[in-house]
């Protein structure tokens, strides 16, 4: 099972960026992804997960009204879309896939980290 992310980058304050994360693996049943972010002297956070069958979304009260998440259940992927940028929400970015392996083994993997940095 590999999550494979791309779109951070540097953007001015205000700015928008989108992130892509795309889950693979034969027997890997998706059941949610999310996006979880982490930035220097500080924990991980949530920052906005998505149920892929049924398309529940959660969002951390931080980007609320800013971001939004998608997901294909199709393809396995999940998209972030992060708009009004604020410098705060500079960090690393890492995209968690949770799912099944057969009928029983539960799985959850991550994904390499991007960075997503915002400017003053």
């Known amino acids: 099972v590999q999550l494979v992310e791309s779109g951070g980058g540097l953007v001015q304050a205000g700015g928008s960026l989108r992130l892509s994360c795309a889950a693979s693996?034969?027997?890997?049943?998706?059941?949610?992804m999310g996006w979880y972010r982490q930035a220097p002297g500080k924990q991980r956070e949530l920052v906005a997960t998505?149920?892929?069958?049924?398309?529940?979304?959660n969002y951390a009260d931080s980007v609320k009204g800013r971001f939004t998440i998608t997901g294909d259940n199709a393809l396995d992927t999940c998209h972030l879309q992060m708009t009004s940028l604020k410098p705060e929400d500079t960090a690393v970015y890492y995209c968690?896939?949770?799912?099944?392996?057969?009928?029983?083994?539960?799985?959850?993997?991550w994904g390499q980290g991007t960075q997503v940095t915002v400017s003053t």
């Open positions: 968690n896939a949770e799912g099944y392996i057969g009928l029983t083994t539960y799985v959850s993997r």
């Open positions: 693996g034969s027997t890997f049943s998706v059941i949610g």
């Open positions: 998505i149920t892929l069958s049924g398309g529940s979304t």
